[in-house]
């Protein structure tokens, strides 16, 4: 069970109960003891972690943040703080989704020779960030409307600043309504493609266009794709239905 949690919960808990660990055994314990033992903590629960970094992070973070406490002469509560800013920034809602996977610069532009919209589209990018996909949205379709969603309310603030000419929202981009939208835009995980898919299929109108850079939709064919600068992929799915042109 403890393995289907999102990123980065399982890392969270493992620093936290190690945390706990440490500072209630030295109570009947010597430190070094205690350590150890919280340490141990960490490497088992390291095995949560599904790739060689994950595993890395969870093993390592609580005696980096013990090093790192211990050598600005802080209490231990203070490694707390950057987890406070995290949270902040990137809050709980949000970890199922991708964290922030900045759109490089130019990697859209030949989107409009596969994809073409007509002026005063709609153009919709679930998840932006700090606004890199929309600024290269703009640059492919300068005649579109655009609009972007984002959970984080400091990235959306952010991102307003950033892209004036954008309507910016603060939102969940899978309870958000694509229907009204000509192109919705992603950069996600890869095990959110299935999802994003599905929800382009039930509100996406026929015609219309999910847009995906780097990640394709596992077991469906795509209708285009191109490569990006710097060799990402980016792969276009058009939405079936007779009023689509080909």
């Not at 229907?179 to 299929?201: C, D, T």
Request: proline share 10%; charged share 15%; net charge positive.
């Amino acid at each position: 069970m403890l393995k289907r949690l999102p990123w980065p919960l399982p890392a969270l808990l493992a620093w936290a109960g190690a945390w706990l660990i440490f500072v209630g055994l030295q109570r009947v314990l010597p430190a070094a003891l205690a350590l150890v033992l919280a340490c141990a903590l960490c490497t088992a629960a390291s095995l949560l972690g599904n790739t060689w970094w994950r595993r890395a992070l969870i093993a390592a973070g609580f005696p980096l943040s013990l090093a790192l406490t211990g050598a600005a002469g802080m209490p231990a509560w203070a490694w707390l703080v950057p987890l406070a800013l995290l949270l902040l920034v990137y809050p709980l809602n949000a970890w199922r989704d991708a964290p922030l996977f900045p759109t490089p610069p130019d990697a859209l532009n030949d989107l409009p020779d596969l994809a073409p919209l007509e002026p005063g589209a709609r153009v919709f990018d679930a998840g932006c960030g700090l606004g890199d996909g929309l600024i290269a949205l703009r640059q492919a379709y300068p005649l579109a409307q655009l609009e972007g969603l984002e959970w984080s309310r400091p990235l959306r603030w952010l991102c307003a600043r950033r892209c004036p000419w954008a309507r910016v929202h603060r939102g969940d981009m899978w309870q958000a309504d694509w229907s009204g939208y000509q192109l919705v835009y992603l950069f996600q995980r890869p095990e959110s493609m299935a999802r994003a898919f599905a929800k382009a299929q039930a509100e996406l109108a026929p015609g219309a266009w999910l847009v995906s850079l780097e990640f394709a939709v596992s077991g469906v064919l795509p209708h285009a794709h191109l490569h990006a600068p710097g060799g990402r992929p980016v792969w276009l799915y058009r939405m079936p239905g007779a009023s689509a042109k080909a």
